[in-house]
């Protein structure tokens, strides 16, 4: 189970995938659809709890979902860079982290929001919407399109092992 979640090594079919990143993205989409609005009216400190609590699967599920479409670019055959899309999340999480450490969220004058601090929160969102549209055309592009025949340069078909190398008692 852990090879299957965190292993980028080898090939996956499309039904181990499909089934995984649907029934995940489920999951995720019904916490922070339904779970994370009934601490809305509550207060701030509620509500910030239900947004870290909602946030905490989809990024415990990133390493997973990038190892699993890896593997899935892999068992076609396919470069494994569009798999770097699933990572965004949290690269986007620790960029806007670290935005206040670097940019001032308060302007000096002590009133409002920074101008400079907005516009970059801006665009980090607008590229975190992106991204994310774009990790899901990647995952139905994943699901739908079948795999190489046989084996390929990155081993045997999935549920297939790899034949022994009977080539050192030659």
């Given at each position: ?28 989409y ?52 569009p ?28 009133t409002?929001v ?57």
């Amino acid at each position: 189970m852990w090879r299957f979640l965190l292993s980028t090594k080898g090939r996956t079919a499309r039904l181990p995938y499909a089934l995984f990143m649907v029934t995940t993205s489920l999951i995720v989409y019904a916490i922070s659809t339904l779970i994370v609005p009934m601490f809305s009216n509550i207060g701030m400190p509620a509500y910030g709890y239900a947004l870290v609590l909602a946030g905490l699967p989809g990024l415990l599920l990133v390493w997973p979902a990038f190892a699993l479409s890896a593997r899935r670019l892999k068992d076609m055959s396919a470069p494994t860079w569009p798999a770097l899309f699933f990572l965004m999340p949290w690269l986007i999480s620790v960029v806007f982290i670290a935005i206040p450490f670097v940019l001032p969220i308060v302007p000096e004058s002590g009133t409002g929001v920074n101008p400079e601090y907005q516009q970059i929160s801006s665009a980090i969102t607008i590229a975190s919407k992106a991204g994310f549209w774009l990790s899901k055309v990647i995952t139905l592009i994943l699901c739908f399109i079948p795999g190489t025949k046989g084996p390929n340069r990155y081993g045997p078909p999935p549920g297939q092992k790899a034949a022994p190398d009977l080539s050192v008692f030659e």
